[in-house]
């Protein structure tokens, strides 16, 4: 067969006829969309410019919002390490000190961690920043916020495949460049941004490379399982291929897909070997619909602020993203069921989400980042006028954090 109009993919089937019923070999191929990656990693290089320059005053430390409540990593120099006074200090933070010591061999390593058996769970992204950062500690931090510029390259990029294979306009790919939480991501320098880019990855590749027509489908366990290494959430993803594998009854790419979880439960295992301190992170949920209860009365509460305006506009995002999703995923408007379970996997997660994750834009934005990546998948076969709309009302939310949130 030749190339199908307005697409990149060239299917050939020796025997169209036996598609259906024998899954013959297929030839499939994707023009690579280097125009909007190049789009993207320009802008996301120009973004940390900014934040280096303008926001932490040309010191690399900054993109880890290090406070001064936890014991520094001793791998630091605290004379060289931007500090914030009587802070906490975020996520990132955790992972600059897994990165610098992913085999937590000095003691006090495991001290500067909050939670260490819940944060060593997420040793992909520190290990990534390790190798690349050929393990000296100079390197480390800027090996870490590259990691998270590419991630946003790669998003856009896996977006506008996917947007090619639905005979699309790879443009609607821009989108990804709009969501908030990519920005916040490459701001605090945590995992959620690499998480994504496996998760999209296994999503899309699933798609273009169905298990019975394609013997590039094992691409999309070997992504799962790297996913699931970064981001303990990325199971959600790993549900909703598996209900689509079991809907479609495809039980032979099911042992490949149960295979993907073999990587993270030595790795647990590995953890709990270890005997590591801290908490399991279950504080992250609790009852159906407590956690929104208490959102929804903390924004009554708080008032008409400019502070909780802003937080009430990114968290009718989610919510509007979410419905948005679960509209355009419904069977009877797309045959992508994996969108559809995932946009229901996620409805559920948010349900039992507790006010710790839902009380802040800077939590609910990365956790729920796949959230904003699947919509955008599913606005793929929809009107122009509909990314576009979206575009403006998810990229007011980036604009105002990288100005005034920042």
């Not at 801290?278 to 008409?304: A, Y």
Request: proline share 6%; charged share 10%; net charge positive.
């Amino acid at each position: 067969m030749g190339k199908l109009p307005n697409s990149g993919c060239y299917c050939y089937h020796p025997n169209p006829i036996a598609v259906d019923n024998i899954s013959p070999q297929v030839s499939h191929k994707t023009k690579f969309p280097f125009g909007p990656m190049l789009v993207a990693l320009g802008l996301a290089i120009a973004v940390a410019g900014y934040f280096y320059w303008a926001k932490f005053d040309g010191q690399i430390t900054g993109f880890f919002r290090i406070g001064s409540v936890l014991p520094l990593s001793p791998l630091l120099n605290p004379a060289e390490t931007l500090i914030y006074q009587g802070e906490l200090g975020y996520d990132g933070q955790q992972f600059l000190t897994i990165a610098l010591d992913p085999g937590l061999q000095n003691d006090g390593s495991i001290a500067a961690l909050d939670h260490p058996s819940y944060r060593y769970r997420r040793i992909l992204y520190p290990l990534l920043g390790y190798l690349l950062g050929l393990g000296n500690p100079v390197l480390i931090p800027w090996a870490l916020m590259l990691i998270n510029i590419l991630a946003i390259a790669v998003c856009t990029g896996l977006t506008a495949i996917y947007f090619q294979d639905q005979k699309q306009s790879w443009t609607g790919a821009l989108a990804v460049l709009a969501i908030p939480g990519a920005w916040m991501v490459l701001f605090l320098s945590t995992a959620d941004l690499l998480a994504s880019v496996f998760s999209l990855g296994a999503v899309v590749c699933q798609q273009i490379f169905p298990p019975h027509r394609s013997e590039k489908w094992w691409l999309v366990p070997i992504l799962l399982a790297l996913a699931l290494l970064t981001r303990e959430t990325s199971l959600i993803i790993w549900l909703a291929i598996a209900l689509t594998l079991v809907q479609k009854r495809q039980w032979r790419s099911m042992g490949g897909l149960l295979l993907s979880l073999l990587p993270l439960t030595l790795w647990l295992g590995y953890i709990r070997w270890r005997q590591l301190p801290g908490g399991s992170g279950t504080g992250n949920f609790g009852w159906p619909l407590v956690g929104i209860g208490e959102k929804f009365q903390n924004l009554i509460q708080t008032g008409l602020t400019a502070n909780n305006l802003y937080e009430a506009y990114l968290w009718f995002l989610l919510l509007f993203t979410l419905a948005l999703l679960v509209w355009l995923t419904r069977p009877q408007r797309r045959d992508n069921i994996t969108l559809t379970y995932g946009g229901w996997l996620y409805g559920g997660l948010l349900l039992v989400a507790s006010f710790y994750i839902l009380n802040y834009y800077l939590n609910y934005s990365r956790v729920f980042l796949d959230v904003f990546l699947l919509a955008i998948l599913a606005m793929a076969p929809t009107s122009r006028w509909i990314h576009w709309t979206y575009l403006a009302i998810a990229g007011l939310g980036s604009v105002t954090f990288l100005l005034l949130k920042s």
